[in-house]
């Protein structure tokens, strides 16, 4: 069967359209960061591994990431929270501008009395840095002073893993609840694997930040598993208190 120019336009029209990611039309600035960890050990380097974003709180401006991060990509001889003698740089940048990276001074909450094999310090799932330069134009976000309300539209931006290029994308959740450290949400708009988007900021319909992906979790009143990225109480009583463990 032969066809035409037109029936060979369709075709190629629609396979792209079917095969083209799902992401939401809401728009926001230039929010979302990859993580750049450069090791002692170089064997060990990630060249890009997961997201972060800016935090702006009391007029100063930090890096913020998920702490997971740590038990995927940590030399095994790393046990405390602490990156002396391992990590030597941590520098962010948007995928879409490798070249305007921002990078980070001292991670703030260092804890050498905190294992990294014990759970429990994942509870509160982030990793804050003091900033040594920033040669980006990214927007450090605001961190929402008021309560969710169930049903409210909430938004995480950054990139997957598999994704190699282009602007951040944008995912839509609606809010549930909040269960301890977790916010509950309920996916509408999603990517099909959501690996890489740890450390991702999750943000309000004004841009405000409301959280961190971190992972999911079962809600036990109806044992479902859901989305739940890390609220930010913890941290930022932390940076209000001067950054002390």
């Known amino acids: 069967m032969r066809l035409t120019y037109s029936a060979i336009f ?23 960061l990859i993580n750049r960890i450069d090791f002692f050990d170089p064997k060990l380097n990630q060249p890009r591994f997961c997201t972060a974003f800016l935090l702006q709180y009391n007029n100063d401006t930090f890096a913020v990431t998920a702490k997971h991060l740590l038990k995927i ?19 962010l940048f948007p995928l879409d501008k490798k070249d305007d990276t921002i990078i980070t001074s001292k991670l703030l909450n260092q804890n050498t009395a905190a294992s990294l094999d014990d759970k429990a310090i994942y509870d509160n799932d ?8 920033n040669h980006s134009t990214v927007k450090p976000l605001q961190a929402r002073t008021t309560p969710l309300v169930p049903g409210e539209k909430l938004y995480v931006i950054g990139w997957t893993r598999k994704m190699e ?20 949400l309920k996916e509408i708009i ?3 694997q959501f690996g890489g988007l740890s ?44 950054q002390t463990p």
């Not at 943000?203 to 992972?215: F, L, M, R, T, Y």
């Open 190 to 192: 999603v990517p099909e």
């Open 73 to 91: 990509i940590k030399p095994p001889q790393m046990k405390a929270l602490s990156f002396d003698g391992f990590i030597k740089n941590w520098v």
């Open 10 to 32: 369709i075709l190629v029209f629609l396979y792209s359209c079917s095969s083209q990611e799902k992401v939401s039309q809401k728009e926001f600035s230039a929010i979302s």
């Open 165 to 184: 290029t282009g602007k951040q994308r944008v995912y839509e959740f609606e809010y549930y609840k909040t269960i301890g450290h977790r916010i509950l």
């Open 199 to 242: 450390g991702a900021p999750v943000v309000d319909e004004q841009g405000a930040v409301v959280g961190i992906v971190s992972n999911s979790t079962t809600d036990p009143d109806t044992g479902k598993k859901f989305f739940s990225p890390c609220v930010l109480d913890e941290l930022l009583a932390f940076l209000q208190k001067g």
């Open 126 to 133: 982030w990793l804050v840095f003091s900033i040594q330069s």
